[in-house]
Every structure is written in C-alpha cells, then in structure tokens.
C-alpha cells in the first residue's frame, strides 16, 4: 500500500478525525475531584494508636474504680480503728477506777478513824505526816471525803438517818448532824454520808 504524497503526518494524540486518542490528564490533580461528595477529616495517629486509645480508656476506668475502693477500705479500717480505741480507753479507764475503788473500799475505816481523830484534835505529831501522806494520795486520785453540819442536803451525796433539829435561820433543808463521812471519786459516790437532818423553818 503507497502512501499518498498530500496527507500530513499527524503525531498519535492529535488526530482530528478517525482513530482513539489518548485521555488528557490535567496538570491540577484537585480537578478530579468530586466536589458534591463529603470528604472526611483527616484521621491523625497511626491505626495501632488509634485502636490503643480505648484500650487505655478502659484501663484508666478500672484504675480509679479500684483506688476508689481502696479508698473506702482505708476509711473504713480508720474508723474501725477509731472506735477501738475510743473503746480500749474507756475500758481502762473503768478497770483503772475499780482498782482504785476498791482501795479506797478498803482504806475507808482509815478515812473514818482521820476523821474521828480530827474531830478530837489528835491529829499532831508522827500522826499527822501520815495523814498529810494519806490526803495526797486521796486528792492524786480525786477522793474526797465530804460531809459538814449546815450543808444543804442533796439526796443523791447524802443518806439522811434522823430529824435532827438545827438552831439558826434555815430555807432548806440542811445537815445538822454527821455519823459518817461521805466518800466521792471524781464523779462516783463511793459511799453516800449518813447524816441527821433538819427542816427548813
């Protein structure tokens, strides 16, 4: 087949007539893009970091549900500990004041036998510095022996035995004799005092 002399050559691409012609790409790439369709935004992190993250999540979750409860352990033991102690206190303390108690039960014909010795001024000489020794150790643990002629009477401090009159000018009713001492421990009567009352006139 002769090639006629008139046609032209033309190079592959731009052929005016006949034959397939290769596609022409734009220089701007954005131009293919479809701009009716949504485009995401952009996913920062790797995927491995991306399926971390709620792995971590969880983790910090049972973290602070966990020191939550540790929390309330701790609170709850301190109080347990609380109350304990308040308790073994108070328990020693009692135990504390029945064994002094029962001293003091033990010494109250000493108490007695002071008092009547005082009643008849005879308390002088080696006598007295064992009674000065005695009255401290009382007042070292709160004892105190109580119990006068004009005192009003209380009947929670006082076991009234007798009417008794009482000379003077009196509203209430007040102590006119004494036949025994009262003993009081802080707040606890060891032993009420028995006395003779008169009445108010």
């Given at each position: 087949?002769?090639q006629n002399p008139n046609d032209e050559f033309v190079p592959d691409g731009q052929a005016g007539g006949d034959g397939p012609e290769?596609?022409?790409?734009?220089?701007?790439?954005?131009?293919?893009?479809?701009?009716?369709?949504?485009?995401?935004?952009?996913?920062?992190?790797?995927?491995?970091?991306?399926?971390?993250?709620?792995?971590?999540?969880?983790?910090?979750?049972?973290?602070?549900?966990?020191?939550?409860?540790?929390?309330?352990?701790?609170?709850?033991?301190?109080?347990?500990?609380?109350?304990?102690?308040?308790?073994?206190?108070?328990?020693?303390?009692?135990?504390?004041?029945?064994?002094?108690?029962?001293?003091?039960?033990?010494?109250?014909?000493?108490?007695?036998?002071?008092?009547?010795?005082?009643?008849?001024?005879?308390?002088?000489?080696?006598?007295?510095?064992?009674?000065?020794?005695?009255?401290?150790?009382?007042?070292?643990?709160?004892?105190?022996?109580?119990?006068?002629?004009?005192?009003?009477?209380?009947?929670?401090?006082?076991?009234?035995?007798?009417?008794?009159?009482?000379?003077?000018?009196?509203?209430?009713?007040?102590?006119?004799?004494?036949?025994?001492?009262?003993?009081?421990?802080?707040?606890?009567?060891?032993?009420?005092?028995?006395?003779?009352?008169?009445?108010?006139?």
């Open positions: 087949m002769t290769e596609p022409i790409i734009p220089d701007d790439a954005s131009q293919l893009i479809d701009l009716d369709s949504p485009v995401d935004a952009p996913v920062e992190g790797t995927a491995e970091e991306r399926l971390a993250e709620p792995a971590a999540s969880a983790r910090e979750e049972d973290l602070e549900a966990a020191l939550a409860e540790r929390t309330a352990d701790l609170q709850r033991l301190h109080a347990e500990y609380v109350n304990y102690k308040k308790r073994v206190d108070r328990d020693r303390d009692v135990a504390r004041l029945k064994g002094v108690e029962s001293v003091v039960n033990d010494l109250l014909p000493v108490v007695d036998a002071i008092e009547a010795a005082r009643q008849h001024d005879q308390v002088d000489g080696g006598f007295k510095l064992v009674v000065e020794a005695l009255q401290k150790v009382f007042g070292k643990h709160g004892l105190v022996v109580y119990g006068e002629v004009g005192e009003e009477f209380d009947p929670h401090l006082h076991e009234a035995l007798m009417q008794v009159p009482l000379e003077g000018d009196h509203t209430t009713t007040v102590i006119s004799a004494v036949m025994q001492k009262g003993i009081q421990m802080g707040d606890r009567i060891v032993r009420p005092a028995r006395v003779g009352v008169a009445d108010p006139n």
